[in-house]
């Protein structure tokens, strides 16, 4: 039975934030999962947990706690996807759990996880065009939303597109880039509902 343990690796440069990422071990072979997620040593201790202190600074403490049930919502995700592999009594190795992990079905809660393949499957169905101007929208709106953390599809409300809207307005583009925006993120928005939870 393969394992899964969340790894924290520091920074090199002292007071800079290191990387959260997951190790999965099978057979004596381990493979990683980049997170993409910052913590500063303090917020990291050696059993593998998140540290949460009460800096002063109450967005810092949000982001802790959001990042401590994605981590664990993560570790159970993976959990299982190692179960449903032993049930089926054949031989897999940790790539495959990775691998796995990455296109299961559970990111299609998630926009950026989602876009990613979905533009993967485009590309492979000849709709390279399609994957770009999806891969563009997503991209236009994570520099609105100013996070490098994925956005849960729950998050996305009429408030916060409204504030995105705004923003593209301000950044100048035409009524008609806007709108293009726009129009695609509600497409995206509309296949992740298709595609179920």
Request: glycine letters at 8%; a positive charge; hydrophobic letters at 35%.
């Amino acid at each position: 039975m393969a394992t899964v343990t969340a790894r924290f690796r520091p920074s090199m440069v002292p007071g800079k934030e290191g990387t959260l990422y997951y190790r999965v071990t099978h057979q004596r072979v381990s493979r990683q999962i980049g997170t993409g997620h910052k913590l500063y040593a303090g917020e990291w201790d050696a059993r593998g947990t998140i540290i949460l202190r009460d800096t002063g600074n109450p967005a810092r403490l949000r982001y802790l706690r959001t990042l401590e049930e994605q981590v664990r919502k993560d570790l159970e995700r993976l959990r299982e996807l190692i179960r449903q592999l032993d049930r089926s009594g054949k031989d897999y190795t940790a790539g495959q759990v990775v691998d796995a992990f990455r296109t299961s079905a559970d990111d299609a809660g998630f926009l950026c996880s989602f876009v990613r393949h979905l533009a993967r499957r485009l590309k492979h169905s000849g709709q390279e065009r399609l994957a770009e101007t999806y891969t563009t929208s997503l991209h236009s709106f994570l520099r609105f939303y100013g996070s490098d953390r994925d956005l849960s599809f729950a998050g996305i409300d009429s408030d916060l597109m409204g504030r995105y809207e705004a923003w593209l307005k301000r950044q100048g583009l035409a009524l008609n880039t806007v709108s293009f925006y726009l129009r695609n993120l509600r497409a995206i928005y509309h296949r992740a509902v298709e595609a179920g939870p």
